[in-house]
């Protein structure tokens, strides 16, 4: 990937212009992490990256921004720029392109992403970003009041990368998000559960969760019951107890996944109702918050004599049939019902003869 990124970069310099790695790709790098967060810096101008990159893509001028896909990589290319002002503590009202790769990083968000790297792949780092990386530092590039209310995303990003790489917060950027915290009350509900899905996601969760109730952003995140999460939980375990689906988006088949773990946590996860009704994956996602052995959910759920209606050894012609009815009807769900339990609890083989017998004891 990297020989590509370079590639890439030969490409823009070949055609008289500056062209840089920088940000999460050459951090990642530095730090011997597989990454395919590729952003490019340049003193080209938009138009200008398109008459290299033909098949490029332009969101959006006004922002700076070209999308390039090489090999199957995509890549970012954004020209140099200072960033006038802001607008509700988020998005740039104004930008100015530049011709200075070291004016640019001033207006980034953390020294551990200002470091580049050139089309030889040689190291840049200006700002100290290496140095921070190797004390394991969250550090804002100038005050970190000011970035913090210039875009209030900062903010979870500086607890997300403090999670995922496993960093401590400098005391300023934790007296700062303590200060700023309420901006993020203007963020969207998107760009929090973005930013709080890796966080979740993440092998340090535990600790991402610590920070994020010691500096008492459940509150400013509406996460009232965030202190209820022990880890490890799979991610829609994790949203599963924090019952946001109100106020967060999620997609159709997530919210049900939600609703349905909600309910399973009330059930004995190892039962072969609970099994049969809820499945699997909804049963291992209970049992994992209330601690309960994977390996034995699973156990249980191998062990059930059904997994669907369709595995009873009768249909809804043979129960008409031994009824001498001639029509299906409401009646028919109570007795598929009392099948499957009567099946599930083993006392009643999943047999036709014993089924039709039952049927016909209980039902005629």
């Known amino acids: 990937m990297l020989d590509v990124a370079l590639k890439v970069l030969k490409e823009i310099t070949s055609s008289g212009f500056k062209a840089y ?61 200072k960033e006038i002002s802001y607008l509700d503590n988020r998005h740039p009202s104004e930008i100015q392109y530049i011709d200075d790769l070291y004016q640019d990083l001033l207006r980034r968000d953390f020294t551990i992403n200002t470091i580049c790297m050139d089309e030889e792949g040689e190291i840049i780092d200006f700002l100290g970003g290496r140095c921070d990386i190797d004390a394991r530092i969250i550090r804002t ?20 990368f403090a999670t995922v790489l496993h960093f401590q917060l400098d005391s300023d950027v934790v007296d700062a998000i303590r200060e700023c915290r309420g901006l993020l009350k203007k963020l969207s509900y998107q760009r929090k559960r973005e930013e709080l899905d890796k966080i979740f996601a993440s092998p340090y969760v535990k600790e991402g969760i610590s920070l994020l109730l010691d500096l008492g952003l459940d509150k400013d995140l509406e996460l009232s019951t965030l202190k209820q999460v022990t880890c490890p939980v799979s991610l829609i375990g994790v949203w599963s107890i924090l019952n946001v689906c109100d106020k967060y988006p999620f997609s159709s088949n997530e919210k049900e996944l939600i609703q349905k773990v909600q309910q ?31 390996k034995k959910i699973t156990e249980a759920y191998k062990n059930l004599l059904l997994y669907s209606r369709k595995d009873l050894k009768v249909d809804t012609e043979d129960i008409l049939s031994v009824l001498q009815k001639d029509e299906p009807g409401a009646y028919l769900k109570d007795i598929y019902c009392d099948l499957e339990r009567e099946v599930l609890y083993r006392r009643l083989p999943n047999q036709k003869d014993f089924l039709l017998s039952y049927i016909k004891k209980h039902y005629s």
């Open 21 to 81: 790695l920088v940000g999460g790709f050459v951090r990642d790098y530095l730090l011997g992490i597989e990454s395919n967060d590729i952003d490019i810096t340049t003193n080209a101008k938009p138009k200008e990256i398109k008459e290299i990159f033909e098949d490029s893509c332009l969101p959006s001028e006004d922002y700076g921004s070209v999308t390039v896909m090489k090999k199957g990589i995509r890549f970012e290319i954004t020209t140099f720029r």
């Open 264 to 294: 399973a946590l009330s059930l004995n996860n190892l039962d072969p109702m609970a099994l049969y009704q809820y499945g699997l994956y909804v049963n291992c996602v209970a049992g994992e918050i209330k601690g309960i052995s994977k």
């Open 141 to 160: 590039v100038g005050v970190a009041k000011d970035r913090f209310y210039e875009d209030c995303l900062r903010i979870l990003r500086a607890i997300r």
